[in-house]
């Protein structure tokens, strides 16, 4: 098995930023983790299809937490190919399927409420990208300790940024697909923007955590690989 790192570039705001999901290919099998914002879907594709692969291998979608830069593409891939296997946390399930309100809609409604008239444009706004998130039912719903794609991969329960965030350890490539439990700065893991971490006690414990696994690469969503 092997995991590839999906540089997304991309314009926002008139600035140039870049996510990083990760495609995870075992037994000619693919696996995607995370789906980047809304629209993203052709992004993706291009990516996945310029470093050889086809798109009718695509079998898994690994969610690894509910935010819009994460799940913004995810009801495209589904409609687009319907076969894919959606897998998320228990917690995380329930947001991304709609049957609970997400935590990032509450808190980003809590923090309208104290926002100034300035900043209230971009509050509403973000609210707003997050109603729009299309719910997508939750094929297989995993937790801490399960064992995944064929045994090769073990969930992580890395709570913090979000509830139930998860990350993935690969023990046999000694690699770590971190969603936003760590970033990469400066060649160093970091917890994600402290501002949206809905516990930040909480996601420094899930970034000493994922590091004491002694990966030696760390796939980060924000930032890319690491390798220590």
């Not at 959606?86 to 809590?110: D, M, N, T």
């Not at 064992?147 to 990350?167: F, Q």
Request: aromatic share 8%.
């Amino acid at each position: 098995m092997k995991i590839e790192e999906l540089r997304i570039d991309f314009e926002f705001n008139g600035q140039k930023n870049s996510i990083y999901p990760s495609l995870i290919i075992l037994d000619n099998e693919l696996t995607l983790v995370d789906t980047g914002y809304t629209n993203f879907l052709t992004l993706i594709e291009d990516k996945i299809l310029k470093k050889g692969y086809e798109m009718k291998d695509l079998k898994n979608i690994i969610i690894t937490h509910y935010d819009d830069d994460h799940i913004g593409s995810l009801f495209d891939f589904k409609e687009k190919y319907p076969w894919i296997k959606i897998i998320a946390s228990e917690i995380e399930s329930k947001s991304i399927s709609g049957e609970v309100k997400s935590e990032r809609l509450v808190q980003a409604e809590e923090i309208l409420t104290k926002m100034s008239v300035q900043e209230k444009e971009f509050g509403e706004w973000f609210i707003q990208q997050l109603k729009n998130l299309k719910h997508v039912p939750i094929d297989e719903k995993v937790k801490d300790g399960d064992l995944i794609l064929n045994n090769t991969c073990e969930v992580i329960a890395t709570p913090g940024h979000t509830t139930g965030h998860i990350s993935l350890y690969f023990p046999s490539v000694k690699s770590v697909i971190t969603g936003d439990a760590a970033v990469k700065e400066n060649e160093e893991l970091v917890i994600a923007n402290p501002h949206f971490c809905l516990d930040v006690e909480k996601a420094v414990q899930s970034l000493s955590k994922i590091k004491n696994l002694k990966a030696e690469n760390y796939f980060c969503y924000h930032g890319g690989k690491l390798t220590v």
